[in-house]
């Protein structure tokens, strides 16, 4: 197999998170974004100048059809992924990166199954939240500090769903929901960090503050601001997500706490650095605190990340160490790390627990 010396990417979907994307890809040693595509031309422009003049594609096809791209970045609204990642499998399949959720619909599970368990190229679904630093070292220590996780936590008090290119995140139908659109992360990381499945799930969430004065085409959104997961694991450990849209002045954005035998281990993670308010000085930076049961602690450290990174997007430098492990697959080395499994998984689970909390039941799993 030969090994690329650059990488040239292909971007579909060019909206706010497309463009961290760019700016992260800009940042790689071997990587650059040469082409990319968005039904809205202005969108689309400013993307292409933001990677250096790269070409700007009028549909998909045309995208797919630029000679010189060599990985793909599926960055587009969640209810178009499983359409474009056919016409991909179909056309050209090139090593692509999708932005989560891989598909929104139960529906659409065995589609996207059938798609990946044939596709030549690496499958690689982007979770950043894997890649925050404080996060990664939590990850590496859990087990050992903790004697065995038996309960887990994941806390995210945050602001609101920001506004997109038609209102698409406004709505269920396009979202797959908040416990979907927002929370497959953790639920993705829950399944990382306990290294097990989950076997039931039960929620309770909903409509409380946000979006409620809005008005779409007289349509009032739907999406979820806040709620509770408990997910129940075949070994024998509880996870929770505590969910809050509403809760922007809080010192952290993301606090993911694990208990042991031995110990708890908690990761802070500090928001968006742009949003914290320049009155209050610098911006918090990410902390890991190991508290032994004997001798009592804590013990606190700071996990600063490089600054560049952090100008670089909104999620505390994780998809830059994202796109430095595609990379490298993408030229020949390393393994894809977060797989369509993956990402399936983490869907099931995000609408296993929109499905609880509609109807007041838990939702057994068998994976």
Not at 88 to 104: D, F, M, Q, S
Not at 267 to 281: D, M, Q
């Amino acid at each position: 197999m030969t090994t690329l010396e650059m990488v040239n990417y292909g971007i579909i979907g060019c909206g706010m998170m497309a463009r961290e994307h760019i700016q992260n890809i800009g940042l790689l040693p071997h990587g650059k974004v040469t082409a990319v595509f968005d039904p809205v031309r202005e969108l689309a422009q400013t993307a292409a100048d933001l990677a250096g003049e790269a070409y700007v594609a009028e549909t998909l096809e045309d995208l797919l059809a630029f000679k010189n791209i060599d990985a793909l970045v599926i960055v587009s609204p969640n209810y178009l992924h499983v359409d474009q990642m056919k016409i991909i499998a179909a056309t050209r399949p090139l090593p692509v990166l999708c932005e989560k959720p891989i598909y929104t619909d139960p529906a659409q599970a065995g589609d996207i199954a059938a798609l990946a368990a044939d596709y030549p190229a690496p499958f690689w679904v982007a979770m950043e939240y894997r890649y925050m630093p404080p996060v990664a070292a939590l990850i590496e220590q859990a087990e050992q500090t903790t004697g065995g996780i038996k309960m887990l936590t994941v806390r995210e008090h945050r602001f609101p769903f920001l506004p997109k290119i038609g209102d698409w995140n406004r709505f269920n139908a396009k979202t797959g929901g908040t416990l979907v659109e927002k929370c497959c992360h953790f639920f993705d990381l829950m399944r990382l960090i306990l290294k097990d499945e989950p076997v039931r799930v039960m929620a309770s969430a909903g409509q409380g503050v946000n979006h409620l004065e809005e008005r779409y085409d007289d349509e009032t959104p739907d999406i979820w601001d806040h709620g509770y997961v408990i997910i129940d694991f075949k070994g024998g450990a509880r996870a929770m997500l505590e969910l809050c849209m509403f809760a922007e002045g809080s010192r952290y954005q993301e606090e993911i706490i694990a208990v042991g035998p031995k110990a708890k281990i908690e990761a802070l993670v500090p928001g968006p650095g742009r949003f914290w308010p320049k009155a209050l000085g610098d911006a918090p930076v990410p902390q890991l605190i190991i508290s032994p049961r004997a001798p009592k602690g804590p013990f606190t450290s700071e996990i600063p990340v490089d600054p560049t990174l952090l100008a670089a997007g909104d999620h505390n430098g994780s998809t830059f160490y994202q796109h430095q492990r595609f990379n490298a697959v993408v030229r020949g080395e390393g393994i894809v790390e977060v797989t369509a499994d993956d990402g399936m998984k983490a869907v099931a689970i995000g609408l296993a627990a929109q499905e609880s909390a509609r109807t007041g039941q838990a939702v057994t799993l068998d994976f």
